[in-house]
């Protein structure tokens, strides 16, 4: 503007005003345009947010019924509160227990004589070794730490479980330990190496030895097991939280001699809630598709997304699916929503829940209501089981052929396994290694084995009370073969299933060598005429092979040949999932919207810039203009200023010559 500013001095008309209003004028209709299209891209953009969030939710209650165990529910209950039940609902099944409890699980305490003083009176130097279950400790006590407190100190920094401190009676201080896990397994032996040359007696570190056949200190609280009865079965375990005994049940037991009913109910009301959570979100949808594309018939006034062809794509595909009769359901008791209890309002579109209806679909045709939802197997051979189908499994029969059944892996020892064995310090440890990755060591309690079938039944225990192997999650069941030779066999099947004896310190007593077992094979065969890979007992194809691509069953039993068939059935729930996930993924139709729409705005972007500079030009012309003409009004003006004064200087002669 300060370059204009001398504007209309020669014309009082041309002045930077009037270029201001001729430049406004010429930039509104463009402008005004601009403004409007990017404040109607911009609501759009909002819109599809908005729709792409409620069709995003839509998608979790749908993939929690796409997933076969969510469509089963159980609740457990206890009618003791002594016996607390937990329930994992995936592994759990209909069951009534009484659950007795025998005895709870203790943690041991033991305590030493009454010492005069915690921190100078002297208990004597050498060496304490403490041991919890697999683990031991040394100690070494000497003119730096031999009080009742330095001791305490020591066994702390062990770190092998177990707790010491000094209790202050009134009349002497007493040194207590305590294990800190519970269970006979943890219950601690102490051992000394006593300065004084005698390890045994009541003077100096020995004092504290408790070892099981020298018990110098007091046991104030005894090492003991839960014991508890499942419906007249016995069970022992360390804790007092019992698992592994009922699948998907676990008790926490709080009292001893008490008795309580448990029982395991299918929960259709929990599966009804989940169902509900899904017809929820629908109509959320529902009621935001209506929002942004509905018609006010009264007012003649649509919405942003009325006749949008993305939102009408979007409710075609999302009817199709819940409309119609799930493929392999035909003949089915429950083939639609419908048939469980789903029905669509004709008026508002959106979905309402009889609950009472689908609890009794659910209660009568659990399978079927399964398949309505979930993913689903149904194999006519008993011993073929679903296991579960890949992103391109296409619904449809399938036919299974086996050529080669999975076994497991196993070794066996060289001789016979004698009665009346006896296992003592010299033999009673040997080493297995289990599919290819674990290592377990096993020492067998010293005693002697009436029969081979006892003594096999000692290997069993102590193999099952394998911590590496638990953590592994693998297991290994010893057997006499026919021959009455130890053999271990793997539980896992396929080729890396193996077991081998890897060190035996008496092979004699067990009839062992050291040996490497043989690897069990995996299942081979084919799926839909097509040549399947095998996994241990799974069976499966890969990606390309056609409508059964990324199927995958177990095979169960030692029959090879044709093996039946497989009906996939693919349920709403999962087809709901992926149509949820094209429609907001990278390539669907949200993005593709989305993506035009961003373009848009960048493209009114670069025609506001357009716009700038056109203008910019086009004041920059008007004030060379204005100019021109201002310069050339302003000479004019002089011009007529000089010829006025001429004049008037004519005007006084004329007279004078008059």
């Not at 290819?436 to 081979?452: I, Q, W």
């Not at 203008?615 to 012309?621: D, F, G, L, T, W």
């Amino acid at each position: 503007m300060a370059g204009i500013s001398s504007l209309g001095i020669g014309s009082g008309v041309l002045s930077s005003d009037l270029v201001d209003q001729l430049v406004a004028a010429e930039r509104k209709p463009t402008e005004s345009r601009l403004e409007f299209n990017t404040q109607r891209t911009e609501a759009l953009l909002s819109a599809y947010g908005t729709l792409r969030s409620a069709i995003t939710e839509l998608r979790l209650p749908m993939r929690q019924l796409s997933a076969p165990d969510n469509m089963t529910a159980f609740s457990a209950s206890s009618s003791n509160d002594d016996v607390a039940v937990t329930l994992d609902d995936s592994k759990a099944s209909r069951g009534s227990y009484t659950v007795q409890v025998d005895s709870l699980a203790q943690a041991q305490s033991l305590a030493s004589g009454t010492f005069s003083d915690k921190d100078t009176t002297g208990i004597g130097t050498g060496s304490l070794t403490l041991q919890v279950g697999d683990e031991s400790k040394v100690l070494t006590i000497d003119g730096t730490n031999n009080t009742l407190q330095g001791l305490a100190n020591e066994i702390n920094d062990a770190g092998i479980g177990v707790t010491a401190g000094v209790i202050d009676t009134g009349s002497g201080f007493r040194l207590v330990m305590s294990a800190e896990e519970t269970g006979t397994a943890n219950a601690v032996t102490i051992t000394a190496s006593d300065d004084d040359g005698n390890n045994t007696d009541t003077a100096g570190l020995s004092r504290f030895v408790f070892d099981g056949t020298t018990n110098n200190l007091t046991e104030t609280i005894v090492a003991k097991d839960a014991v508890v009865q499942v419906n007249g079965i016995q069970i022992t375990r360390p804790t007092n939280n019992i698992e592994n005994v009922i699948d998907g049940l676990s008790f926490e037991l709080k009292a001893e001699g008490v008795t309580s009913n448990v029982k395991v109910e299918q929960d259709f009301g929990a599966v009804a809630d989940r169902v509900q959570g899904f017809v929820d979100k629908f109509n959320s949808l529902q009621s935001v598709i209506k929002g942004l594309s509905g018609f006010n018939a009264e007012t003649g006034q649509g919405a942003l997304l009325t006749g949008d062809s993305t939102v009408r794509g979007i409710q075609n595909q999302l009817r199709n699916i819940l409309t119609r009769v799930v493929p392999g359901l035909e003949n089915a008791s429950v083939r639609s929503l419908a048939d469980a209890g789903i029905t669509t309002d004709f008026e508002s579109g959106n979905l309402e829940l009889d609950r009472t209806k689908l609890e009794e679909q659910l209660k009568n045709n659990p399978d079927d209501v399964t398949a309505l939802f979930a993913e689903q197997g149904r194999a006519s051979d008993a011993q073929v089981e679903f296991v579960r189908s890949g992103i391109s499994t296409e619904p449809g029969t399938y036919g299974i052929n086996v050529t080669q059944v999975a076994t497991r892996g196993s070794v066996s020892g060289n001789a016979a396994l004698a009665d009346n064995v006896t296992i003592d310090s010299t033999n009673d440890e040997l080493t297995l290694f289990v599919d290819e990755e674990t290592s377990v060591s096993l020492k067998l309690d010293a005693g002697t084995y009436a029969t081979a079938q006892d003594l096999a039944d000692q290997v069993q225990s102590q193999i099952n009370a394998s911590s590496a192997l638990s953590a592994a999650g693998g297991s290994v069941q010893v057997s006499l073969n026919g021959s009455g030779q130890l053999t271990f066999t793997s539980s896992k099947y396929g080729s890396e299933s193996n077991v081998s004896v890897t060190s035996v310190e008496s092979g004699a007593a067990l009839g062992l060598t050291v040996a490497t077992g043989t690897a069990g094979v995996d299942v081979e065969g084919t799926i839909d005429g097509r040549a399947a890979e095998g996994d241990g007992q799974v069976l499966f194809l890969g990606s390309g092979n056609g409508n059964a691509s990324g199927l995958q069953v177990k095979i169960t039993g030692d029959q090879i040949g044709s093996r039946g068939n497989i009906q996939f059935i693919e349920g709403i729930a999962e087809r709901t999932v992926d149509l949820v996930t094209n429609i907001v993924g990278a390539d669907g139709a949200l993005e593709s919207r989305t993506e035009g729409l961003n373009k848009e705005l960048e493209r009114i972007q670069a025609e506001q810039v357009k716009l700038d500079e056109r203008i910019a030009s086009y004041r920059e012309r008007l004030v060379s203009q204005f100019s021109a003409a201002d310069s050339l009004i302003s000479r004019l003006n002089s011009t007529r200023e000089y010829v006025s004064q001429q004049l008037a200087a004519l005007a006084p002669q004329n007279n004078r010559d008059n």
